[in-house]
């Protein structure tokens, strides 16, 4: 009984840490009577002793509490520090570089009459002026393939004007006898009308002297005859000359009618003159502006191209740029021309910071300068924008390197607002902020 007392008295002043190896050393090295013997007390206490050990085993330490502890409140700090940090909204939008003055964006070469290709004058990448020659074409319609058909059209043109002038100056000339024959009549009338009076004169004297019985029957018939006669002949005169200016009038108008027909009719023969003209000038084509030929779309010598047919691609020689951003209708509803716009080129390194612009890098600065008021068929909407070198802001890459068509992405700078809202905003799927204008004023791009 000592024996087995002197165990237990041990184990229990040891602790807990070493009941696991006197329970091992008890199950191997005690004897059946000890084992057996307050059996109940010692299962009891070994029992307590291993469930504190499985406590204190499972029990955090004290410095990892304290750590994360720290790291939790930290981040909620964090949390709450950013839910009212500063946020740009923005509406980001795509698209490629071009040139605001459609003068300065890329042209297209036609032809202007189906023709077969005779010669080119240029190759791909060559620098060209406004009025050098091109492409030299060969017409194919049927009624201009003579080289000579200009030649014909002004001959035709002459010989039909040289027969309206004919008409025109014979017209003339019958308006010239027209008119002498009027003052001839005109020149009789007056002679009438003065034989007239005479007669008419000469009959109240000898009317006169016949009452009196100084004068014959015979003298009296006489005059009455001839007062007679002249008023005859005045009625004839008077007809001949009403007749003679209406010849005049008509002569007149039909002078009129030739003259008009002659010019209606060069006008004419001119138009069909210089359209021949034109189509034979339309055969050599030539550059409608300075710039590099970008790309000739036809083959060589002896290939036939349509009328509108596209030849070649010119590109302005100009520093002219712009970038053509597309929207939706939704973001489009609340960008309006002066905003801000924050791009990156393609092919240009940078790190963009949506709602933090200031921290961007390698982006360039811009401002909308123009909103399509109709979308282009598919639901979005055309943004032109133009640099912005305000300030200290950059100026675009040269155009050398910046070249148009190349792919542009931006993001147009809206209102600002706290993280938190702009999270909340997103998680309900609302819009962006709308900016509200007063009347009379004009709302900052910035």
Known sequence: MSSSNAPR??????????????????????????????????????????????????????????????????????????????????????????????????????????????????????????????????????????????????????????????????????????????????????????????????YRRIEALYRDGLSSLRAFESEQLNLQKARTDSVSASADLEAAQQDVEAARLMVRSRQSKLASRRAELDLKLENAQERQAASVVRAPIDGTIARINRAGPGETVKEGGQLAIIVPTTGDQAAELFVNSVDAAIVEPGRRVQLQFSGFPALQFSGFPGTSIGTFSGTVRVIDPVDDGTGRYRLLVVPDTSGSRPAWPDDSYLRQGSSVTGWVLLSNVSLGYEIWRRINGLPPQIPVRSKGTKKSAN
């Open 9 to 202: 008295s041990s184990s229990s002043q040891s602790g807990t840490t070493d009941s696991p190896s006197i329970w091992s050393w008890r199950g191997s090295h005690a004897t059946p009577s000890a084992r057996n013997a307050g059996s109940p007390e010692s299962s009891g206490q070994m029992l307590n002793n291993l469930h504190s050990s499985a406590l204190q085993a499972a029990e955090t330490p004290r410095l990892f509490q304290r750590v994360m502890i720290g790291s939790f409140a930290t981040l909620v700090a964090l949390a709450l520090v950013l839910m009212f940090a500063p946020w740009r909204q923005t509406v980001a939008g795509s698209g490629q570089i071009t040139a605001f003055s459609p003068n300065a964006r890329p042209q297209s070469v036609e032809s202007q009459i189906p023709a077969r290709i005779r010669s080119w004058q240029i190759d791909e990448g060559d620098v060209v002026a406004a009025g050098d020659t091109i492409a030299t074409l060969e017409d194919i319609s049927s009624g201009y393939m003579d080289n000579s058909f200009v030649d014909r059209i002004a001959t035709s043109r002459s010989n039909k004007l040289a027969v309206l002038r004919i008409e025109v100056q014979t017209a003339r000339q019958k308006q010239l006898q027209a008119q002498q024959k009027l003052r001839a009549a005109q020149a009789k009338f007056d002679n009438t009308i003065a034989e007239t009076a005479t007669a008419r004169e000469r």
